[in-house]
């Protein structure tokens, strides 16, 4: 719950809202108009006049309606100046006039100043330190005095603390952009060595100057608030600024002891961590992420190691690729490619699977937590032994001749079947007939001839041919089926076996 007097949030957050608003640009130009000089009073039509005058069209009536907008927000005030007018029209259009409120007029200074300022560093106000000494040197004298001079008194103490705010400020700005370079990753070459020479030189430069003088200052400030009291008694005879209601006035720094304090917690590590500190403490942190960036560009072979030269290269290869191509680019660069079996060379135990076996055929593999988690595909530990594969080979041999007995079996089998149609033959004999078969019908021909295997099968038009056997009944329809055996058995001599 908010006391009496005190402001209201959501009414100064309004003053921000031209800066986002759709009309943004027309807002600025208005506020420009205003703040530009001291007491701008102007009407819609003055200030729709003078936007032309800028080479920004906005009529009258659009005006008025930006005009009130803003008095809503809390911008501008109504302003009750009577104009000078010619005539009753004339007066009935100028009758709304408007100022620019005393909040208005600080949002929109800042704003123009943040609107303008550029994305580089700003350099830090490192001689304001001195200044600062120097003036404090000057209250010190003044105190001392019989006869003190108020108004000098009051100009070194609003000295002081302007120039301390100008520097803090600029500090501030000036580290909040260098951590901002310095934790991009993808820093290098030239602009790596600008940032490492503006580390090494200014920052060492700021540093120097802030031990330097920061003992100065503190001492002198201590030495200021031992007389405390007579300074803000001196500084609260000088004709002020009063309301009439009572209502609180903004005063300039260092007319009240909390002001005092704050500088003075600034400078000496004794009311907490000082500025001085956290000054060294940010130059090491930069130096610290300079070692990392250098570290990083040395070792071109860690994780940490700048792709952006590579990326950029990627898309220009991208930008510059056919569809077709770009899809072959991506799954290469990216590994996108379908499932495939994964291979582990000599450790392979089945040395009949390839790299296009499908996952749903191939036995399971073990994948290693390297490869699986990180992508590691680095080999460690010793060469594995290349292993000897005669016990395979043999394996094959043999599975090998077990097919070709088993198919000279069933070839032996039809051989003296002769005439098909209610033959009553074995299972592997009928799959033979059926691969004899399908190639009959490729062929288009009456007849075809397995010379390996020695057989002939002809077709012929006719009645179907019925073929019985243990798993079923085959029927080929409209065709008479006869095959015969045309050559003897040769003996396949067993090979060799190392």
């Avoid at 005058?53 to 009258?60: A, I, K």
């Avoid at 582990?344 to 055929?361: A, K, L, M, V, Y």
């Amino acid at each position: 719950m908010e006391s009496a007097g005190a402001p209201d949030a959501g009414r100064r957050r309004d003053l921000f809202r031209y800066l986002t608003a759709e009309e943004s640009d027309d807002y600025l130009a208005v506020m420009d108009l205003f703040a530009a000089t001291l007491l701008t009073d102007l009407s819609a039509t003055e200030v729709a006049a003078q936007l032309a005058d800028r080479g920004r069209v906005l009529e009258r009536d659009v005006a008025e309606a930006r005009c009130r907008q803003l008095v809503e927000w809390g911008n501008l005030v109504p302003s009750i100046r009577d104009a000078r007018v010619s005539s009753v029209a004339e007066y009935i259009r100028s009758r709304s006039r408007y100022q620019v409120s005393k909040l208005g007029g600080r949002v929109h200074r800042d704003a123009v100043e943040i609107l303008q300022a550029t994305d580089g560093a700003r350099e830090v106000a490192r001689e304001l330190l001195g200044q600062i000494v120097q003036s404090l040197d000057r209250i010190i004298a003044q105190l001392t005095r019989a006869d003190i001079d108020v108004d000098a008194l009051a100009g070194e103490v609003t000295t002081v603390f302007g120039n301390q705010r100008v520097f803090t400020d600029s500090v501030r700005d000036f580290y909040a952009y260098l951590a901002g370079i310095l934790t991009r990753y993808d820093l290098g070459g030239e602009e790596y060595a600008q940032f490492k020479e503006l580390l090494l030189v200014y920052i060492d430069l700021i540093t120097a100057d802030v031990n330097r003088h920061a003992p100065a200052v503190s001492g002198r400030v201590r030495q200021v608030i031992s007389r405390l009291d007579a300074l803000l008694a001196t500084l609260a005879g000088l004709p002020g600024l009063v309301l009439p209601d009572g209502t609180p006035i903004e005063r300039a720094r260092g007319r009240t002891r909390a002001d005092w304090s704050e500088l003075a917690s600034w400078y000496d590590a004794e009311h907490g961590r000082s500025g001085p500190e956290q000054l060294r403490t940010a130059a090491a942190q930069a130096l610290s992420q300079l070692i990392t960036n250098a570290k990083r560009l040395l070792d071109s072979s860690g994780t940490g190691f700048s792709r952006r030269a590579d990326f950029l290269r990627l898309a220009r290869w991208f930008h510059a690729a056919t569809d077709d191509d770009a899809h072959r680019l991506y799954a290469a660069t990216f590994g996108a490619y379908p499932a495939r079996h994964l291979l582990f060379g000599p450790d392979e135990p089945d040395p009949r699977i390839g790299p296009t076996t499908s996952w749903w055929n191939a036995d399971p593999v073990q994948v290693p937590v390297s490869l699986r988690e990180r992508g590691d595909r680095a080999l460690r530990g010793k060469t594995s032994r290349v292993p000897d594969p005669t016990a395979d080979r043999r394996r094959l041999i043999a599975e090998a001749r077990r097919e070709a007995d088993q198919r000279r079996a069933a070839a032996s089998e039809l051989a003296i079947t002769g005439a098909l149609h209610g033959a009553a033959i074995s299972p592997a004999a009928r799959d033979l007939l059926l691969d004899l078969l399908g190639d009959l019908l490729t062929r288009g021909d009456a007849e075809t001839v397995d010379h390996d295997l020695g057989l002939r099968l002809t077709a012929a038009p006719g009645p179907d041919t019925v073929i019985s056997s243990a798993d079923g009944t085959t029927t080929v329809y409209g065709h008479r089926l006869v095959i015969e055996g045309i050559a003897a058995w040769s003996t396949v001599d067993d090979e060799a076996v190392p």
